[in-house]
């Protein structure tokens, strides 16, 4: 492990780092039709913002009685997002300029998410962002996903260096939990607007509760900077 306090910065990935989220539903609403539930919303795909897509599926599954195996809607949905993603998804324009600044200074980074490791390498070299985050842990590689620790954890290990000298950036409560769990520090930079009051929110070190219109990569480097 390091033993230098040069803070490493860990980017959860859709929604955070990119604007995903509209083609994760598109996924799921598409998946959820072939199984005959043609009701579901945006709304409804906003409750699963920040959980793993395994889990989300799980509790989908549950929640419509649906007769297919977790992998088999698994499969399909990610079938489905990676047809959407691959060609037009873009990185927010702020959260790109903070990458590439933290990436000029030194500081290690990394990207963890509840998306497949075949999504993320997808997104990431779609978005050109795969040059500075070359070291990434999906959801799927570890034993749970948010709002469980794990996958912070293990970026940090794979980063080699200490939780407690890591920042994860965060758009969601769970994520933000997770980040807490896994103690370290968080950036906000919620979502969805309804959330912005979330106790998980309420905790971290800095928020931009306006979302990603609201962030500003210099004032998140200049914190970032600022740690001891």
């Known amino acids: 492990m390091s033993t230098s306090r040069t803070i490493s910065v860990i980017f ?8 995903s989220e509209p083609y994760y539903f598109e996924a799921g609403r598409r998946t959820l039709a072939a199984y005959g539930v043609t009701d579901f919303e945006w709304e409804d795909h906003t409750r699963f913002i920040g959980i793993g897509t395994r889990e989300t599926m799980t509790m989908l ?19 489905h997002y990676l047809e959407l993603a691959s060609g037009s998804t873009e990185a927010f324009p702020a959260m790109r300029k903070f990458v590439e600044e933290l990436y ?42 948010k709002p469980e620790p794990d996958v912070f954890l293990e970026a940090a290990r794979r980063l080699a260096v200490e939780p407690a000298d890591c920042v994860v950036v965060e758009d969601a409560p769970p994520g933000a939990e997770a980040a807490h769990r896994a103690g ?45």
Not at 12 to 19: C, M, N, Q, S, W
Not at 113 to 120: C, E, K, T, V
Not at 187 to 204: E, G, K, N
């Open 12 to 19: 959860d990935l859709d929604g955070t780092l990119v604007d």
């Open 104 to 145: 000029a200074q030194g500081h290690p980074i990394a990207v963890a998410s509840g998306s497949s490791r075949l999504a993320i390498e997808t997104v990431l070299a779609a978005t050109g962002l795969d040059a500075q985050l070359t070291t990434f842990v999906s959801a799927e590689e570890v034993g749970r996903g």
């Open 184 to 228: 370290m520090r968080c950036i906000a930079v919620p979502y969805v607007p309804a959330t912005v009051h979330d106790p998980w929110f309420a905790s971290v070190g800095l928020c931009f509760p306006g979302g990603q219109g609201d962030f500003d990569a210099r004032r998140a480097y200049a914190w970032v900077s600022g740690l001891h």
């Open 61 to 79: 599954r549950s929640e419509y009685g649906i007769d297919a195996s977790v992998d088999e809607l698994l499969a399909s949905k990610n079938r």
